[in-house]
């Protein structure tokens, strides 16, 4: 059952020009949501979203989920860490690489795919964390899947050294088609190789926004 829209807006706002534009009914929310999204030069929020249709939170939520159930669409909503924006959708990748004469990256070694997969599933995560489960020095695959915009800093850890840990991008989620870090498959249910078969083929598809910072930031806090 779809969520109630729910009007959420200031009575400040409530002008003639606002109320002529409100209420959105259940079935254009969608429609309006991928307007909103399509011209925002950064990825915007659930609740800047929410305030801009007048409705609720989870209104808005159902509506971002109808968007990416649609098969025919040339988009998919990326979400992550609150936020939302468009991308190309995974399946048309190989032609927007092609038409923007985007040359297909080399694949990540094992080493990196391995480190990757930890670092997805176990986020926020340390270097010191991904060496014990590795059994070796993760500096430079860390410093390779930062320069190539798959993992970021997301803080330090509050213990003796503040480690820096490190988290997942929205352009990891770009790059292995998927909409949130929700859609990874249950850990469980991965073989030795999962991760492998999981990102074997995986190419970014094109976005629309600007690419991630690739600098990478010094390790002498680990």
């Known amino acids: 059952m779809s969520p109630e829209i729910i009007m959420d807006v200031p009575e400040a706002a409530a002008t003639s020009e606002v109320q002529s534009r409100l209420p959105v009914?259940?079935?254009?929310?969608?429609?309006?949501?991928?307007?909103?999204?399509?011209?925002?030069?950064?990825?915007?929020?659930?609740?800047?979203?929410?305030?801009?249709?007048?409705?609720?939170?989870?209104?808005?939520?159902h509506a971002l989920d109808q968007l990416n159930a649609s098969a025919s669409s040339g988009w998919t909503v990326i979400r992550h860490n609150g936020a939302a924006h468009l991308s190309t959708a995974p399946r048309w990748a190989e032609h927007v690489r092609h038409f923007l004469r985007i040359e297909r990256e080399s694949r990540l070694s094992g080493a990196a795919m391995e480190t990757l997969t930890l670092v997805a599933y176990r986020q926020p995560v340390t270097r010191a964390e991904i060496d014990a489960l590795r059994g070796v020095d993760s500096s430079g695959v860390l410093a390779t899947l930062?320069?190539?915009?798959?993992?970021?800093?997301?803080?330090?850890?509050?213990?003796?050294?503040?480690?820096?840990?490190?988290?997942t991008t929205v352009a990891f989620l770009q790059q292995f088609g998927l909409?949130?870090?929700?859609?990874?498959?249950?850990?469980?249910?991965?073989?030795e190789d999962a991760s492998e078969r999981l990102f074997a083929d995986a190419a970014p598809p094109g976005d629309s926004h600007t690419a991630p910072e690739t600098g990478l930031?010094?390790?002498s806090g680990e």
Request: charged letters at 15%.
């Open 25 to 61: 009914s259940v079935e254009d929310l969608p429609s309006l949501l991928e307007a909103l999204l399509l011209v925002s030069p950064e990825p915007a929020t659930i609740q800047d979203l929410a305030r801009a249709a007048g409705v609720s939170a989870p209104a808005v939520e």
């Open 146 to 167: 930062h320069a190539r915009g798959l993992i970021e800093i997301a803080g330090r850890l509050p213990t003796v050294g503040n480690p820096i840990q490190y988290a």
């Open 179 to 191: 909409a949130s870090l929700a859609d990874l498959p249950p850990l469980a249910e991965l073989a």
């Open 217 to 219: 930031a010094s390790n």
